[in-house]
C-alpha cells in the first residue's frame, strides 16, 4: 500500500537518511500544491492526506494487538503521524497560513482530530459541504492528558515548582554521603540515575537506601532509574609505554625562565609521599646522595643525549632538592655526575632507577593504516625501518571482537567520541584493516578503554549482556525504572520484556537510550515495541547520538525523536552535557544556559555527576520553572509579557 512506512527495514548507510538528500513520498493532491490555488484542490487534497494516515493503523492491526489496551489509541496516533511525516506538507502549509488557518505543525499528539478541524474550518470559510470526519480517538484535550499521565506513571506527580522534572546521576560518594541525596530531593531532584557500569549492588543498595530516607524525611516523592550498562564496545589495552620522565621550567610568554624545574632526588628505598611541589622525582642510591652538597652542579646527558645540569638547592638524609632551567627528559639507567670539591677526586656517579611506565596510547595520523582486532592482543603503535617505511600497522583491540565480523568495507569506525574517524578497507578473520581518514593536524592520541562507534554497521549484537542479565535481577528488586542502554531493534525491546516478566515485574516502565544510529532510524519500530508495556519512555543521549550522525545533525536529530514521542505520548528525558560546565567547574556557558531552557520541551532533564552538581540542581530548576510559563512542548503559551508595556504601559491602557 503506498504511504506505508517499512518499520523493521535495516539500517541504512551513511547519509542516506538525511531527509534533504531524497525525495519525499507525497499525495498525488499535494503534489500539485506548488503555488496559489482555489479551496477545492486544497480540501481535496487535505481529505486524501487524511484518509491515508486513518488507514495506516487498519494495515498495521495484528502489531497494535500486541500494545496494551491502555496505550492502542497512542499507538494509532503514531501511525497516523508516521504516515503523515512521509509527505512534503511545505505547499499545504503554505496554503493554509495565507488563510490564517493552522500549518499543522503542531498536530503530533492528535493528528486525525487537526486534519478534521482544518478541514472542517476550511469548508465553512468558502461555504462548502465538508467531507465526512475520520474517526479521532484523541481530542487536542486528550492529547496532553494522556501525555501528562504517561508522564506521572513514569516520574511520579509534577514537580512541585513546575516545569520538567529532573534526574541527576549518582556519583560513587552518594552510597556513604547520605547529606548529597538530602540535599538533591530538597533542591527538586524527582529522578535518581544510577549508571550499573559503575559501582557495585552494594552501593547501589546503599544509594536507594539514603534517597528513601530522604524522600521520607522531606515527605516528597523521587523515583530510581538504574541503566544497564549494555554491550559498550571500547578500545582494548595497551602495551606499556615508555618509562620516561620529563621536566620543563615556567617560561614567560617571551620564552625566558621565570621559574626553574624543581627536582627532588630520592633514595630508592624510601616510599613516602613528596612534596607534590616537585616537577619530577629520581630514585637514586641513598649512599650517593649522602654525599651531595648544598651548591654542588649534578651532570648529565637526557634521553635526547642534550646535556643538562641540575643544581643542589637542599640536602636531607634520604633525598636531596635540586633545579634545573632547560627542558629535559630522563630514562631509567641515566648517569649523573658530580664532581667533589676535590679536583683531583674522580666524579662521584649514580644512575637513575627503575620509573613508573609512562602514558600508553597510539598517535594517528589522517592517512595511517591501523588494524582492529581482538582485545586479547595488546594495542601498540606503527613500526617503520631505518629509511621511514611501514614495517607494521598500528594495532588496536576491540573489547567485543564479535562485532568485528559484521564490519563491511567503507563502513565508518570511529573512536574516542568521533576524534578519530577511520574507514574500514579490508575485513579478514583476525579483524578490519583501517585507515584513519580524520584525525587533528598534529596527530590524535588513541588510548586504551575509549569509546568504538560502528554507525555504519548492522550489528547482530544482543543490547542485554550476561553482565545485564545478572543486574536487572537487582534492578527488578529495588528500582522504580529500568533504563535501556544500546537498544537497537524491536526485538532488542521484546527480550527484555520477557525478562522482566519472568522476574515478576512484567510492568515495570522502561526507559529506551536512543544513542546508535540504527535506533534513531527504528524509532517508529521501538516505540510500538516499547508500548507494549503499560509505561515506557525514551531518552537522547546526545553525545551518542552526536558522534554516530555527526555533530551538525543533532539539533535536526532531536527534534524529530521529540516529535515521534509525542505522537506516541511518550515522556522523554532530555540528556548528555546539560549544564555540564556548571557541574564540573561552578561556571556555566553562555550556550548551556540556552540549551537548559530547550529541555522544558521533555517531560525531564537529565544532569550528570559533577563536584557543583547542586548549584547545577538549582539553576536548572529555576530554568524549568521560568520557561514552564512560556511554552509546552514546541508550543509557546502567550502569558502577559511585562516587555510588552514598553511603548504603552497597562495603567495608560486601563486609564483610557
Known sequence: MSGIPQMDSSSSRSGEHDSTDRPSARPAETARCTGHFGPAPLIEALSDLRDRTSSLADSYHDRL?????????????????????????????????????SSLGRCEGNVQATLNAVINALCRLYNTDAPPDT???????????????????????????????IMVTMPSES????????????????????????????AWRAMIRNLRTACSTQHRECQVMMDMGGPKLRTGPMRAGVAVLKWQPRRDELGRVMTPARICLQAQTNSTVIDQSADCVLPISEKWIRKLNVGDRVRLKDARGRKRTITITEVESDRAWGECRRTCYICPGTILKVRPKSSNAAPLQAEVGELPPGDSYIVLYRGDR???????????????????????????????PSVLKDLRVADRVLFDDGRIDTRVIAVNEQGAELEVTD??????????????????????????????????????????????????????????QEQLEALGRPKMPIMLKIENRQAFERLPSLLLSAMRSPVS????????????????????????????????????????????????????????????????????????????????VRVLSDILR??????????????????????????QQNSG
Not at 70 to 97: F, G, K, M, W
Not at 487 to 496: H, P
Not at 595 to 605: I, N, P, S
Not at 636 to 648: C, E, G, N, S
Request: net charge negative.
Open 135 to 165: 474517526p479521532a480517538e484523541i481530542s487536542f484535550h486528550r492529547s496532553r492528558e494522556i501525555l501528562d499521565d504517561a508522564t506521572t506513571a513514569m516520574f511520579g506527580p509534577p514537580p512541585p515548582n513546575g516545569g520538567a522534572h
Open 370 to 400: 591501523l588494524r582492529l582486532g581482538a582485545a586479547t592482543r595488546l594495542g601498540s603503535a606503527a613500526r617503520y625501518d631505518d629509511h621511514g617505511r611501514l614495517v607494521q600497522p598500528a594495532f588496536i583491540g576491540c573489547t567485543l
Open 537 to 616: 519512555g525514551v531518552m537522547i543521549a546526545r553525545g551518542d547520538l552526536a558522534v554516530e550522525l555527526g555533530w551538525q545533525r543533532l539539533a535536526e536529530v532531536q527534534e524529530e525523536i521529540l516529535w515521534m514521542c509525542e505522537a506516541a505520548h511518550m515522556p522523554v528525558v532530555w540528556a548528555t552535557q546539560v549544564l555540564e560546565s556548571l557541574a564540573k567547574t561552578g561556571l556555566p556557558s553562555r550556550a548551556e544556559i540556552t540549551d537548559a531552557a530547550m529541555g522544558v520541551r521533555a517531560e525531564c532533564v537529565m544532569l550528570n555527576k559533577g563536584p557543583h552538581i547542586l548549584e547545577a
Open 175 to 202: 552510597a556513604q554521603d547520605a547529606e548529597l541525596i538530602h540535599e538533591l530531593v530538597a533542591l527538586g531532584m524527582t529522578c535518581m540515575r544510577i549508571n550499573c557500569a559503575h559501582d557495585d549492588p552494594d
Open 65 to 101: 494487538q500486541g500494545v496494551v489496551p491502555t496505550r492502542r489509541e497512542s499507538a494509532r496516533n503514531l501511525l497516523q503521524y508516521v504516515a503523515l511525516r512521509q509527505q512534503d506538507l511545505r505547499p499545504i502549509q503554505d496554503e493554509l497560513l495565507n488563510r490564517g488557518l
Open 439 to 496: 584525525a587533528a593536524e598534529n596527530g590524535s592520541k588513541l588510548r586504551a578503554d575509549k569509546g568504538i562507534n560502528l554507525p555504519d554497521t548492522n550489528l547482530h549484537l544482543s543490547a542485554l549482556t550476561d553482565q545485564d542479565l545478572e543486574d536487572l535481577k537487582f534492578i527488578a528488586e529495588h528500582a522504580d525504572i529500568v533504563g535501556y542502554s544500546f537498544v537497537r531493534c524491536s526485538d532488542d525491546v521484546e527480550y527484555l
Open 626 to 651: 521560568r520557561m514552564h510559563d512560556h511554552q509546552v512542548k514546541k508550543r509557546p503559551l502567550l502569558r502577559r509579557l511585562r516587555l510588552a508595556d514598553d511603548l504603552q504601559p497597562l495603567c
